[in-house]
């Protein structure tokens, strides 16, 4: 058996997986058809040397794939399922067996759930708590923090289990937190900003958000709040990809989304996004009075 009978044989072994994963993220079996497609094809395309774990090769490729997909929608208002999921399982013309296997192994109630959720949101939840991939794994697929990945799963998870029934009240404390950071920032409050960081707060940003400032990782209360000292001039309130954050913008033009996560009503972890081409990918919209 040449190495292209072989691939071919490994990726057909690994292919109701990616199907199943995939049909998940998106509610439609033709786009998870054609995310595994894309995958095969990327696959034929890559050194097979830098391919070591081809599973976890292909599941990683395909949640980028339905990543991009998902944010595609977004841009151009999200389509209802499948034509309708309930319609693709209604009609007869459409192999019935295949749909109510379909249908039974992921259920329309959760389909129609997961199509309420933000994409970082549907694929961190998906991965994790239904192929059980761990969030160091999840969060570059997301282009998120693992601490963010996790907190975007969880957030799915309740909304899935229909434990979030009081989103405005949490929302509204998380603003209200955010904007006391804000305000002490600009302020150059340190002990105002101490006080809404977590312990254990950590700061990331990508490499061009580098470029605005010299500095790199912080971790501690104290440190994180010396470095947004005096700063946070220009800060807009926003929500970026269902969580609370800011966004600066220079002349109009969107340069830096910052994004944070909360814990036990404090800020546990902050990260700041510059990339063009991710920002081009994230959702966030400023917050108005």
Known sequence: MNENNWLADQFEANRAHLKAA?????GSRSEAEDAVQEAWLRLTRVDRTDVGNLGGWL???VARICLDMLRARKTRREEPLETSVHAAIADPAKDPERDA???????????????TLAPAERVAFVLHDMFDLPFDEIAPIIGRSSAAARQLASRARRRVQGGDETPDVDLGRKRTIAEDFLRASRNGDLQALIAVLAPDVVFRLDATAARFGAFGERRGASEVAKLFKGRAQAAEIAIVDGELGFVVR????????????????RIAAIEAIADPDHLEQLEYSILRD
Not at 22 to 26: C, D, H, S
Not at 101 to 115: H, Y
Not at 250 to 265: M, N, P, S
């Open 101 to 115: 296997a379909f249908a039974d192994s992921v259920g329309v109630a959760l389909l129609v759930v997961l199509q």
């Open 250 to 265: 220079i002349a109009g033009q969107t340069r830096v989304v910052v994004a944070f996560t909360f814990a036990d009503d």
């Open 22 to 26: 995939a049909y998940r993220m998106l």
């Open 59 to 61: 599941t990683t490729v």
